[in-house]
């Protein structure tokens, strides 16, 4: 007897030790920045089960709603300007005056107060406030109101004697760009904040360092001792972004010597072979075409456009590429739409990014597509081997103009994008499970008419549980966007080819 009441007491005594620790299960995640017409300041959120999560007593004070814990309805609700948001909790949806929003997580109480998935904000919140709320998870942003805060991203080339600072700008915004004792300090006019992506990278000596100037719309280029003068240019990229590109030159002084010689004359370079110079990125789906969906509320259409964007960086801080993203936002895209972007920016690369459903649950694992022309005979490969047509021009006389049917773009390019899929499934296998067929070949509608290379990369199933909380998980999209990119950097080095040898070079 005495054993048995010993035991029932060290069962409370565990119970209550373990019960009392929610603060280490719930880490304190960066807290959001809220940006607003008169400021800025800190929104706190935590961690719960790899979703971030913000108080809802914390968004009630912030943007003037009311909210309410219906505990006989077992529901909370949140209320402003006469309408109403119904929370159900372990359901990962919400109710906004009858129309149904797909969360990522339910709503869960924490430290005794009312949490919600951060997605609530922009999902729900936004329809009941008419306050326009934009939530950059990425930048850890929420922008309220009809602030301007375009996204920059920067990166450098090193061409020559000098460097160049390239800002891709979205959406295009009015700028300057002026010298002061230092530093060159590029200045957005009528911005309220920037969004500004900057890697860190090692001083050469023309450029220290690139930083965004403490609370102004402004990057400052911070130039080092062979800084001699600089050059800004301009130049469109598509109607929703636009380049700039700063040359920074070299001083023509030489440094001093003990003695004079005669320089040699500098060797001919041979001509490099042009690599990727734009690559477009195709975040699936998106608007009301929300794609797989999880059992813990994950939408194929955030996986695919948060993996996009960070594919995007990477690409730029690597590749120094012009790199495109056929929706940057939550927008509904045709498919065709999604190739011709790419066909009309002279893409030389096309990469679709998507996330599988499945009735099996336990169907796991990525996968890389290519187009499949199987349907094709004989009559397409003579479209591809045929010369192009005449087309009088004006003035007189003709031009052999290629007259491609839309459907059979891809036909060009089934080699080197099967080529491109190997190098994926490569880079992919490397970093995360794979499907048990990694290499597939499937007549896709969204590849057949990109004029370019193309392949479409699958990152896994929402459907199956364990899966979907990895696709959730910020470490391992890391993980993808690494492999991803790595795949597009050795697919560049691939179609360069080997770099020719110096004049007089032994062979």
Do not use: C
């Not at 060797?267 to 734009?278: C, K, N």
């Not at 391992?476 to 990119?485: C, H, N, S």
Request: hydrophobic share 45%; aromatic share 4%; glycine share 8%.
């Amino acid at each position: 007897m005495i054993r048995r009441l010993a035991a029932s007491l060290l069962s409370v005594v565990v119970l209550v030790i373990v019960g009392s620790r929610p603060a280490a299960q719930n880490p304190p995640a960066e807290p959001l920045r809220l940006l607003t017409a008169t400021g800025s300041r800190p929104l706190p959120t935590v961690l719960l089960k790899d979703v971030e999560m913000i108080a809802l007593d914390e968004l009630a004070a912030t943007f003037h709603v009311t909210v309410r814990d219906d505990t006989l309805a077992r529901a909370v609700t949140v209320t402003a300007r006469g309408r109403t948001i119904v929370l159900t909790p372990e359901q990962s949806i919400a109710s906004v005056a009858g129309r149904l929003v797909s969360l990522p997580a339910a709503p869960a109480r924490i430290g005794g107060r009312w949490h919600v998935p951060v997605e609530f904000i922009p999902r729900a919140l936004a329809l009941i406030t008419d306050t326009k709320l934009d939530l950059r998870k990425g930048s850890r942003l929420l922008i309220a109101g009809n602030l301007r805060v375009p996204r920059v991203v920067v990166h450098r080339e090193l061409p020559g004697n000098g460097a160049r600072v390239v800002l891709d700008i979205a959406p295009p915004t009015p700028h300057t760009v002026a010298q002061e004792p230092g530093r060159l300090v590029v200045r957005f006019e009528g911005a309220d904040a920037i969004d500004a992506t900057v890697p860190t990278f090692a001083s050469e000596g023309w450029v220290q360092a690139v930083r965004v100037v403490e609370g102004q719309p402004s990057i400052a280029i911070e130039l080092g001792p062979r800084f001699g003068s600089f050059r800004a240019a301009d130049t469109p990229l598509d109607p929703a972004t636009s380049r700039l590109a700063i040359d920074v030159f070299g001083t023509e002084a030489a440094p001093p010597t003990t003695s004079i010689a005669t320089p040699e004359p500098a060797p001919i370079l041979p001509a490099a072979t042009p690599g990727l110079r734009t690559v477009v990125i195709d975040p699936g789906h998106g608007g009301d075409d929300t794609g797989a969906a999880g059992a813990k509320g994950t939408l194929e259409k955030d996986v695919a456009l948060a993996l996009a964007r960070r594919i995007k960086g990477a690409l730029e801080a690597r590749l120094g590429a012009r790199v495109l993203l056929t929706r940057d936002g939550d927008a509904a895209v045709p498919l065709d739409a999604r190739a011709s972007l790419a066909n009309n920016n002279k893409a030389d690369l096309f990469v679709s990014i998507h996330a599988s459903g499945s009735v099996r649950p336990s169907a796991a694992g990525a996968a890389v597509f290519y187009a499949g022309v199987e349907r094709y005979t004989a009559g397409g490969q003579r479209l591809v081997e045929s010369a192009g047509t005449l087309m009088p021009v004006f003035g007189g006389g003709t031009r052999e103009i290629d007259i491609v049917p839309w459907d059979s773009a891809q036909l060009h390019y089934v080699a080197q994008s099967a080529a491109a899929a190997r190098l994926f499934e490569a880079t992919l296998r490397q970093a995360v499970p794979m499907n048990l067929r990694a290499l597939q070949q499937a007549p896709l509608r969204v590849l057949l008419g990109a004029n370019m290379p193309a392949v479409l990369v699958d990152v896994g199933y929402l459907t199956n549980a364990d899966q979907e909380a990895q696709l959730r998980s910020g470490d391992f999209q890391g993980r993808l966007v690494q492999a991803i990119a790595e795949g597009i950097v050795r697919f560049d080095i691939r179609i360069r080819g080997p770099v020719p040898p110096l004049p007089g070079t032994p062979q």
